[in-house]
């Protein structure tokens, strides 16, 4: 019923950055907050940045400074500006969207199939 697809990642150089997209499609009526998480071999999944539908945001401290999360409301993507990246952040980028399908009454939480960020140092 929804997909959301992630796109942007790949390998780059310390210092590097990337931008990273997350499209919703389907039946989609609206979508609340929408999230990037991360999960590095060995390590518990993590929030990253989240932005409500209004547009206030919130950022993991260990990003903050470097990566900035936007979203287009009437193209129902989000999107994550990674600048300064370090081979710490390297790992699977997953994004997260509460959305209200078409006819429901309430929203539920829909995950992409995840993006690999490599950083080299």
């Known amino acids: 019923q929804v997909q959301l697809v992630e796109s942007g990642g790949g390998l780059v150089q310390a210092g590097g950055s990337l931008r990273l997209s997350c499209k919703a499609s389907?039946?989609?009526?609206?979508?609340?907050?929408m999230g990037w998480y991360r999960q590095a071999p060995g390590k518990q999944r993590e929030l990253v940045a989240v932005i409500s539908s209004g547009g206030s945001t919130n950022y993991a401290d260990s990003v903050k400074g470097r990566f900035t999360i936007s979203r287009d409301n009437a193209k129902s993507t989000v999107y994550l500006q990674m600048n300064s990246l370090r081979p710490e952040d390297t790992a699977v980028y997953y994004c997260?969207?509460?959305?209200?399908?078409?006819?429901?009454?309430?929203?539920?939480?829909?995950w992409g199939q995840g993006t690999q960020v490599t950083v080299s140092s």
């Open positions: 997260k969207g509460g959305v209200r399908l078409v006819g429901a009454w309430d929203e539920s939480e829909y």
């Open positions: 389907g039946f989609v009526f609206s979508i609340n907050d």
